[in-house]
């Protein structure tokens, strides 16, 4: 992290009161990616049209040994369109830099006897979004096999691992409407479903009819097919609206007989084998028609990876019960037919959409390797189709490359989507309509960037308090207008399981700040704090801010989960008195007993800063205990914690005198210890001063 030291004070802003509440209203769904209700739109929300004017196509290029191609240009590409040569109008090259987020991660693992140890969610933060890399994890748990979870679980941790902190990641399963609701950077949800991920797939129609002497179980597997249909079609009607970037989907499934292959389709696309038509049937195999549709319009690559590996059919009979009986001919043939028709389903998947079939591997982990790099390195073409597209009409995408060697992987079509758009998240009317779409997002804007911590600091009641630490980058507010005023708003939304949608609040700041102020500001953050009162559960909390003079927006979007009584919720406030002069123009004045020290979200301090660190405790349990550990496994602080007088929290100072480098805050409460990353610079004085 560059950090930039201001040595001087500052005087808090001044604010016009400004604020407002707005009552939510019904209906929000929990997630962001399945059908909401439709409701009364505001005048300035956009509309949605089936009509296509402009195609985006991720292109991966890749030699012969399957690595990708870096260093091509626009004149190196040519894109067809029913074999009519288009006009690139706009060309991307995305290279993924890693190491772009800067929080210190704890590196240190602390020993604490019977105390449980309870990780700190870092802050949230939207930094660098439009410059990240974009994930779904689907675990189609209805298509895989029981014995093989543990396979699937391993090939979803690793994807996690090889993970970049600036990476946006999804996960969503089939039998359920489980979600990380939104794309996050913080994995301690999507590490949950993974750990509690269990396979349920049937057997195959033939396998499952000796098995259990006729019973096929065709209805529920056409339920469970079409579920995954509508979970694909969904997460690629919400990816829609995210341009620039390969959108890659990470399907772990062994597939569905049930839909059979491409050849079933119930219009004429191209087959994934070849640059012929097929024609297709009717009934429900039209599902992966509006899947594939909605992969077009939404320009997803889908990677399915199959637990199953190269297991053939026969090592069903051999490790079911009941399956080792005569079988005729014919239902030996099934067996293999229904096998590969799963296989296909799969492969077929990954042809059409650009992506890449990894289902013929015994190695998984390799597989989802795969995945990673290629969302790494590829590009971006854009091309505007001179005539409109027709309802129901299938228009085939060619894209070549000119060097000699190199293999091209992109989509080969696409047409109108067959489902209605997934609309916007609903949020208060008194917003403005740049902050109710950035608050109605499946994906964080990065155009006001800013970090976002929630932390508990008491319970009135069933109901946790929690104080919101916002701080907005200075550094992207902009020049010192000629007037000198400053108008930012500001909103918030709490969303719960449930679907419901709470403490809609917005908040006009209209700041004037001195010429001294703004440098200030400018090297630094503008930091707000706020109150809720969250119920038991989980909350999707989203905050979102725009800039009046600039038109600049951004969002964060962050899980806030509050325990039953008499569980604790869990959270350290850390303040720093270096960065007591950041311009706090908002407290809430309920959070007054813990905040006469404004906490901060920042994680990297200057050596001799002082920090107060705040966190709840049960006094009748015994003191509270923290300490400082370096990366060397050095103790460069420790004490006990002062209770803070009217709270159940107690707060540790600490002087950040001897120490340098990265570490952990390790504090030890009746709730657990927490371990606190921490980094400590030294400060850089200007040229004329050394």
């Known amino acids: 992290m560059r950090v930039a030291f201001v040595i001087c004070s500052l005087a808090l ?13 019904r209906g929000i769904p929990r997630l962001a990616i399945p059908d909401v209700p439709q409701e009364r739109q505001f005048p300035d929300e956009p509309t949605f049209s089936v009509t296509v004017t402009r195609v985006e196509v991720s292109v991966l290029v890749v030699d012969d040994q399957g690595q990708p191609v870096p260093g091509l240009a626009a004149e190196d590409f040519e894109v067809l369109e029913e074999g009519v040569r288009q006009k690139v109008r706009s060309f991307t090259s995305f290279v993924f830099t890693p190491g772009r987020t800067a929080v210190p991660a704890p590196v240190v693992p602390i020993t604490t006897g019977a105390a449980s140890v309870v990780p700190v969610t870092p802050p949230a933060t939207n930094h660098f979004a439009a410059e990240s890399r974009v994930f779904v994890l689907i675990l189609d748990d209805l298509h895989v096999d029981v014995r093989r979870t543990e396979v699937a679980r391993s090939a979803a941790r690793r994807l996690l691992a090889q993970l970049d902190p600036s990476d946006l990641l999804l996960v969503a399963t089939t039998s359920s409407t489980d979600s ?26 033939t396998l499952q009819s000796k098995r259990f002497r006729g019973d096929d179980s065709e209805n529920e597997r056409l339920d469970h097919y079409q579920r995954l249909c ?22 772990l499934s062994e ?86 028709q799963s296989r296909e389903m799969t492969r077929d998947l990954a042809v059409l959409t650009g992506g890449v079939s990894l289902v013929d591997t015994n190695d998984p982990l390799k597989a989802v390797d795969r995945a990673v790099q290629d969302a790494s390195m590829h590009y971006v073409l854009a091309y505007e189709p001179e005539r409109p597209l027709r309802s129901n009409e299938f228009r085939r995408i060619d894209v070549k490359v000119k060097r000699p060697g190199l293999r091209v992987l992109a989509r080969r079509g696409y047409r109108a989507a067959g489902a209605r758009p997934t609309p916007p998240l609903k949020v208060p009317g008194s917003l403005s309509a740049p902050l109710r779409r950035l608050l109605a997002g499946v994906l964080p804007e990065d155009g006001l960037p800013m970090s976002v911590e929630a932390v508990p600091v008491a319970r009135t009641g069933r109901d946790a308090t929690i104080a919101v630490i916002v701080e907005i980058d200075g550094t992207r507010i902009g020049q010192r207008p000629p007037d000198g005023v400053l108008d930012l708003e500001q909103g918030l939304l709490t969303v719960n399981e449930s679907g419901k949608a709470a403490n809609g609040t917005r908040r006009v700041l209209t700041l004037k700040p001195t010429p001294t102020q703004w440098s200030v500001l400018a090297a630094s953050s503008l930091r707000t704090i706020w109150a809720l009162d969250l119920p038991p559960g989980r909350h999707q909390l989203r905050v979102g801010a725009v800039h009046a003079g600039t038109g600049r927006g951004g969002a964060v979007y962050l899980d806030v989960t509050v325990p039953k009584e008499p569980q604790w919720p869990t959270g350290v406030l850390v303040a720093s008195r270096f960065l007591a002069m950041m311009p706090t123009p908002f407290i809430d004045p309920r959070l007054s007993r813990w905040t006469d020290i404004a906490p901060t979200t920042a994680r990297a301090f200057p050596k001799g800063d002082v920090l107060a660190v705040t966190a709840a405790h049960d006094g009748a349990k015994g003191p509270a205990q923290a300490r400082l550990v370096l990366s060397d496994g050095t103790i460069a602080w420790e004490g006990t914690g002062v209770p803070i007088e009217g709270t159940s929290t107690v707060r540790f100072t600490l002087a950040l005198d001897g120490a340098e480098g990265t570490g952990s805050l390790v504090v030890t409460t009746s709730s657990g210890t927490h371990h606190v990353p921490v980094g400590i610079v030294a400060p850089t004085l200007p040229e004329d001063n050394r």
């Open 255 to 340: 597939g569905s007989s049930y839909g059979a292959g491409m050849s079933d389709m119930e219009v004429r696309i191209p087959s994934a084998r070849g640059t012929e038509r097929v024609n297709a049937g009717s009934g429900s195999l039209r599902l992966m028609n509006d899947v594939l549709a909605a992969t077009a319009v939404g320009n997803v690559a889908i990677y399915p990876i199959n637990p199953n590996g190269l297991d053939v059919p026969d090592a069903e009979l051999i490790s079911v019960p009941g399956l080792q009986g005569g079988l005729s001919p014919q239902q030996y043939s099934d067996i293999l037919m229904e096998a590969r």
């Open 13 to 25: 802003c001044a604010v016009l009161p400004a604020s407002a509440a707005a009552q939510a209203p």
């Open 230 to 251: 509508e979970r694909l079609r969904d997460v690629s009607l919400a990816l829609r609206d995210i341009s620039g970037r390969r959108k890659t989907v990470v399907l």
């Open 180 to 205: 990380t609701g939104y794309f996050t950077r913080d994995r301690s949800h999507a590490t949950r479903m993974i750990d509690t991920f269990t396979g349920r797939r049937l057997l195959d129609k």
